[in-house]
C-alpha cells in the first residue's frame, strides 16, 4: 500500500466580511502519494493559498481531517512542521545577507550545530550552483539565483514534504526551467512535492497529478491527459500516401474531415490508447495503409478555461 504524504478530508474554510459569511474551502478531499508531485491548479480566489496555509500550519481549519506525513494536523502540528518545508509566492531571502549567511541563518533556527550547519550550507550551495556568490549579499542575485536559494533554505531542515506555492512565478523560461530540473532531483530522492502555479505548462510538464480548485471545491482530478479527455476538442489525425487511400478512409470513418490537398483526414477521438488502437485496427481490416498518425489533445489552458467556466454558469 503506497504511504500518503497527504491526506485530507472535508477540508472547510470561511470567513466573514461585511457582507456575511465567504466560504473559501467547501469540503475538499485530498490525497497526495509520498515520492510524487501534486499540483493544485485553480483562478485567483479559488483557495489554493488558503488550502496550503492549512496543510502548512499556517492556520487552521474550520473543518476536516488532515494527515501530513502520518501525523494528525490538530494533534501534531509540531511534528508536521519538522516534517514539511515551504517555499512561499514571495522570497524569504534576506536581501542584505550573503547566501552563504542566509542557509547558516536556517542552520541555527532549525537547531543544528555550528559544524553541521556550515556542512549543510556547503552541500545546498553546490547543490544549486551558488557557490560562486555564496558570499555576495543576496540582493546582488538574479531572480533565478533568488529562487533557487530560496528553495535551498527549505531544505536545510530535510523536508519529507515541500510546498511550492507559484516557485517560478517572475523567472525567464530559462530559469524556470532550471527550477523544474531542481523539483525533479527532489522527487527522484524522495520527497514530496505540493506545487501551486499559475504556469499551467508547468503542472503539465511535471505534475504526476494535478487537481483543480474553483469556488472552493474540487471540480476535477487526475493527470494531466485523463483532464485533457475531459473536454472535446481531441483527434486524430492520419495522413496517407495516396488519395484513393483518403477517399477510402473519409467513407469508412464518415466523422472524419478530409483535407484533400494536404492528404489528411482528421478523427474526432479522446486520444486514448484503446482509440488509437481501434481506429487503426478498423483501417487494417480494410487494408487501408496509413502513412503517418499524429494525436491531437486539448492542453491544460483549455481544460482550465473550459472546467472554470461551466462551474461559474453553475454557481449563478
Known sequence: ?????????????SYRDK???KVVLDGVDLTV???????????????????????STLIRADGGTVQIAGYDLDR????????????????AVDKLLTGEENLLLMADLKHLSRRDGKQKAKELLERFDLIEAARKPAGTYSGGMQRRLDLAMTLVGDPRLIFLDEPTTGLDPRSRRS?????????????TI????????????????????????????GTAEELKRLIPGGHIELTFAETHLLEAARHLIE??????????LQVPSDGSVRA?????????ERSIDVAEMSVHTPDLDDVFLTLTSQQKETVR
Open 76 to 91: 501534531k502540528a509540531d511534528d508536521v512542521r519538522g516534517a514539511i518545508g515551504v517555499t512561499g509566492q514571495y522570497s
Open 19 to 21: 457582507n456575511g459569511e
Open 33 to 55: 502519494p509520498e515520492g510524487t508531485i501534486f499540483s493544485l491548479l485553480g483562478p485567483n480566489g479559488a483557495g489554493k493559498t488558503t488550502t496550503v496555509q492549512i496543510l
Open 179 to 191: 527550477m523544474w530540473g531542481i523539483v525533479r532531483e527532489l522527487v527522484a530522492s524522495g520527497v
Open 276 to 284: 488509437v488502437r481501434e481506429l487503426l485496427t478498423l483501417l487494417d
Open 194 to 221: 505540493f506545487l501551486t502555479t499559475q504556469y499551467l505548462e508547468e503542472a503539465d510538464e511535471l505534475a504526476d497529478r494535478i487537481a483543480l480548485l474553483d469556488h472552493g471545491r474540487l471540480i476535477a482530478e
Open 1 to 13: 500500500m503506497t504511504n500518503l504524504a497527504i491526506a485530507a478530508t472535508g477540508l472547510r474554510k
Open 255 to 264: 466523422a472524419g474531415v478530409a483535407a484533400p490537398e494536404a492528404l489528411t
